[in-house]
C-alpha cells in the first residue's frame, strides 16, 4: 500500500523532467535555425550598406571631423545647417551607401570637429568641405546641403565648379531672408544671455507636423551643444551680402523645400534664374527638417535625381 504512490511520484518526476528535455531540446533547435536562417540576411544588410569609418581632416591646423562609407573618387556628400551634425543624416546613409560613396560631414564648430574662436564664414565651411574632400582622396561631388548647408554648397561650387557634379537643395535658400536691419535685429537676439530661449522658440517654429518627440529633443541638443560663438558667428556668414549674388549653378541642382510662408510666390521662379538644369519639389505636410520627417521619400528623391541625371554610378 505504501509503495504505489512512490511509483507514481516517481513516473511522474520522470515525465515531468523528460518533457522538459524536450522542450529545452525544441527550443535549442529553433534557436539554430534561427541564426542560422538570419546569419546570410545580416551578411547580405552589411554587405549594401558599408559600415562607417570616422576620419578627421585638417584645415588651418583645425580637425574636422567625417564619415565614410564606401569606396571611390566620386561621392554624395551630406553637408548639414546652423548648429547641427553629421547625425542628422543618419535616416539617409543607410539607402544612400547602398548605390554610392557617401561623406557626411561635421563643419567647423559642430559635432566633434574643432571649435576655435574665428569667423564662420560660407567660406570657411566650403574650404573646410574641400579639406574633407582631398583627405577622402575624393575628386568630384555630388552636394546635399540642408539650410545652411546650401549657402555653404554654392560657395563651394564657386570655389572649385570643376568638383562639382551637382547640389542638392534641401529647405535651404539662394538669395537672403530679409534686408541688414532685419538680420541684424534676428542675430542680436543670440549675442544676449537668453540666446538658448531664442533658439529653443526659433526650432519650434521650423518644426513640422511628422517631427517625433525624440527628433525634436535631438534638435535642441545639438543647438544647446555648439557654442555661443559658433552659433552667432555662423549666423552673421550666412548674413553676409557677398554670398547671395546671382551668379548661376550651372551643374544639375534639386530644390526639396518645405511649403511655407517663408518661401516667397515667386520662389520657383528665382532658382530656375540661378540653376537652369532645376528639379524643383515643394513639399507640403513637412517642416525644416524634412529630411527627418518624411526619410524615405527623401531617399527616393535624391536616389531619383542622381538616376535622372547619371550621377555616382558605379
Known amino acids: 500500500m505504501t509503495t504505489r504512490p512512490k511509483q507514481s511520484f516517481a513516473i511522474r518526476n520522470t515525465f515531468i523532467t523528460t518533457r522538459r528535455a524536450q522542450v529545452e531540446l525544441l527550443l535549442l533547435v529553433l534557436t539554430v535555425a534561427v541564426a542560422f536562417v538570419s546569419a546570410p540576411a545580416a551578411k547580405a544588410q552589411k554587405a549594401s550598406a558599408p559600415e562607417g569609418k570616422s576620419h578627421y581632416a585638417k584645415l588651418d ?13 566620386e561621392a554624395l556628400v551630406l553637408i548639414h545647417g546652423w548648429t547641427c551634425n553629421l547625425d542628422y543624416w543618419r535616416d539617409q ?10 561623406i557626411a560631414i561635421d563643419l567647423p564648430g559642430h559635432g566633434q ?17 574641400d579639406a574633407v574632400l582631398r583627405d577622402a582622396h575624393v575628386e568630384r561631388a555630388v552636394l546635399v546641403g540642408h539650410s545652411m ?18 547640389i542638392v537643395i534641401v529647405d535651404g535658400a539662394l538669395r537672403p ?24 522658440q526659433m526650432f519650434a517654429g521650423m518644426a513640422g507636423p511628422n517631427l517625433s518627440a525624440e527628433l525634436k529633443e535631438r534638435i535642441q541638443a545639438s543647438f544647446l551643444n555648439t557654442p555661443q560663438y559658433v552659433v552667432v558667428s555662423a549666423m552673421e556668414g550666412m548674413a553676409d551680402a557677398s554670398i547671395w549674388g546671382q551668379d548661376k549653378i550651372n551643374v544639375p541642382v534639386l530644390a526639396v523645400l518645405a511649403k511655407s510662408p517663408f518661401w516667397p510666390a ?10 537652369p538644369s532645376l528639379d524643383f519639389q515643394m513639399w507640403d505636410g513637412v517642416g525644416h527638417f524634412l529630411m527627418m520627417e518624411k526619410p524615405k521619400p ?5 536616389i531619383a535625381f542622381l538616376n535622372k ?4 554610378k558605379k
Request: charged content about 30%.
Open 266 to 275: 515667386d520662389t520657383e521662379q528665382f532658382y530656375r534664374s540661378i540653376a
Open 93 to 102: 546613409v543607410p539607402d544612400f551607401a547602398k548605390r554610392n560613396r557617401v
Open 149 to 166: 548647408g546650401t549657402p555653404i554648397a554654392r560657395q563651394f561650387y564657386r570655389k572649385y565648379p570643376q568638383k562639382t557634379l551637382a
Open 298 to 302: 527623401f531617399d527616393d528623391a535624391v
Open 309 to 312: 541625371n547619371s550621377l555616382l
Open 177 to 200: 531672408f530679409g534686408d541688414k536691419k532685419l538680420m541684424d535685429g534676428f542675430i542680436a537676439g543670440f549675442r544676449g544671455p537668453n540666446y538658448k530661449e531664442a533658439g529653443k
Open 113 to 129: 570637429s574643432d571649435k576655435p574662436q574665428i569667423a564662420y564664414s560660407m567660406e570657411l565651411f566650403a574650404r573646410a568641405v
Open 61 to 73: 591646423g583645425n580637425r574636422i571631423h567625417y564619415q565614410s562609407y564606401g569606396k571611390g573618387r
